[in-house]
């Protein structure tokens, strides 16, 4: 396989805020993403790949009752993957849509869903969001918070699924997954070469360890990095440059390929080289650094250690669903609470219990 080119679209969304305005305004952002997909095709070349942000098709409006999310929600297919679909013919790419999604085995919840479509205009990978529900900010549920559901529904191999395709196996995580290196890993131990990133940052004092966590996820697990945000929500009271941007290819060493220094529209595109990857992953050196950290990874050794960890439990909402953010802030105090009476977690001094929130 020869290096090919893949791009990353940071496109800018009119946010949904009402039902009867979604499909016009999800039609128009998509509108925007075929032609950016053109322009990069006709700038670059030959783009095999293209990556667009998380909610870069709805946008983000708050706030919203669960039943109202479900509602503003969208089965897969539907009319906006089709016209992705288009879109994936017509300039013969890969590209990924960021779906809010409804599924009828699942009628009381939603899931942070992103699909992957092929230049054939088929949907060929589904991956849906793990880590959000439980960072105490949303209302979509996680799949492990309806483990033995999901299982019946999609099987365990949906959990961190990897199509195998001709430009090399893709894997999907989605911005706060991020944070945690198991979903990363757990692709990689799956086989995946490439892991696209849709993600949506906002400004923040620091994003010192954001940028760290990009570059290390694709070095420790030697894959490629595709990390793509949305360039703006437009038509509420967000601010325009309120999301920061920085969409980057990083390669499997880590390098930075190719970045957008900052917020508002842009295409960026690098060549990733899946064949020389391939290479190195299945030497046994006798000498230096080049390994598979796939090999050498003691999932047996760190499991043991998992399954005694008093962390976020598996079916967390499997008897009732998960309705707002206080749901999971109640689940979080009592794991703190559980970890504290363990030895494990320390309660700050007196002083510390004085400052501010």
């Given at each position: 396989?020869?290096p090919?080119?893949?791009?990353?679209?940071?496109?800018?969304?009119?946010?949904v805020?009402r039902?009867?305005?979604r499909?016009?305004?999800?039609?128009?952002n998509i509108?925007?993403?075929?032609?950016?997909?053109?322009?990069a095709?006709n700038r670059?070349g030959e783009i095999?790949?293209?990556?667009?942000g998380e909610?870069s098709?709805?946008?983000?409006?708050?706030?919203?009752?669960l039943e109202?999310?479900?509602?503003?929600?969208?089965?897969?297919p539907?009319?906006?993957?089709?016209?992705?679909?288009e879109?994936?013919?017509?300039?013969?790419?890969?590209?990924?849509?960021?779906?809010?999604?409804?599924?009828?085995?699942?009628p009381?919840l939603y899931?942070n869903?992103?699909?992957?479509?092929?230049?054939?205009?088929?949907?060929?990978?589904?991956y849906?969001?793990?880590?959000?529900?439980?960072?105490?900010?949303t209302?979509?549920?996680?799949?492990g918070?309806v483990?033995?559901?999901f299982v019946?529904?999609f099987?365990?191999?949906?959990?961190?699924?990897?199509?195998d395709?001709?430009?090399?196996?893709i894997g999907?995580?989605?911005?706060?997954?991020?944070?945690?290196p198991e979903?990363?890993?757990?692709?990689a131990?799956?086989?995946?070469e490439?892991?696209?990133?849709?993600?949506?940052?906002?400004?923040?004092?620091?994003?010192?360890?954001?940028?760290a966590?990009?570059?290390a996820?694709?070095?420790?697990?030697?894959?490629?990095l595709?990390?793509?945000?949305?360039?703006?929500?437009?038509g509420t009271?967000?601010?325009e440059?309120?999301?920061?941007?920085?969409s980057?290819?990083i390669?499997?060493?880590?390098?930075?390929?190719?970045?957008?220094d900052?917020?508002?529209?842009?295409?960026?595109s690098?060549a990733?080289?899946?064949?020389?990857?391939?290479w190195?992953?299945?030497r046994?050196?006798?000498?230096?650094?080049s390994?598979?950290?796939?090999?050498?990874?003691?999932?047996?050794?760190?499991a043991r250690?998992?399954?005694?960890?008093?962390s976020?439990?598996?079916g967390?909402?499997?008897?009732?669903?998960l309705r707002?953010?206080?749901d999971c802030?109640?689940i979080?105090?009592?794991?703190?609470?559980?970890?504290?009476?363990?030895?494990?977690?320390?309660?700050?001094s007196?002083a510390?219990d004085?400052?501010?929130e």
């Open positions: 396989m020869y090919y080119d893949v791009a990353l679209i940071q496109s800018p969304c009119q946010v805020r039902l009867d305005e499909d016009e305004l999800i039609k128009k509108k925007r993403i075929s032609e950016l997909a053109g322009f095709a670059v095999k790949l293209a990556v667009t909610y098709l709805f946008g983000q409006f708050r706030p919203r009752s109202e999310w479900i509602e503003m929600a969208l089965p897969i539907n009319f906006a993957t089709d016209l992705l679909a879109a994936a013919v017509k300039s013969q790419i890969y590209l990924t849509g960021h779906f809010l999604e409804r599924h009828p085995e699942f009381n899931f869903s992103t699909v992957l479509i092929d230049p054939r205009g088929r949907i060929i990978l589904t849906r969001k793990h880590n959000g529900p439980n960072n105490l900010n209302s979509y549920t996680g799949p918070d483990y033995r559901r019946e529904v099987g365990e191999d949906a959990f961190f699924p990897v199509a395709t001709p430009i090399g196996r999907i995580m989605v911005c706060g997954d991020l944070q945690y979903v990363t890993r757990a692709l131990l799956k086989g995946a490439i892991v696209l990133h849709p993600t949506a940052e906002i400004y923040r004092r620091s994003h010192a360890g954001w940028e966590m990009r570059v996820r694709a070095a420790e697990n030697k894959v490629y595709l990390s793509c945000t949305t360039a703006a929500f437009l009271d967000r601010p440059f309120g999301y920061r941007g920085r980057q290819i390669s499997p060493d880590g390098d930075m390929l190719a970045i957008v900052g917020p508002g529209e842009a295409v960026i690098a990733v080289d899946i064949d020389r990857l391939r190195r992953k299945t046994v050196t006798a000498s230096g650094h390994y598979n950290p796939t090999v050498l990874c003691r999932a047996d050794l760190y250690e998992y399954q005694r960890a008093i976020w439990p598996t967390a909402f499997a008897d009732k669903p707002s953010t206080k802030q109640e979080a105090a009592e794991i703190i609470a559980r970890q504290i009476a363990a030895g494990r977690l320390k309660r700050p007196e510390g004085e400052r501010p």
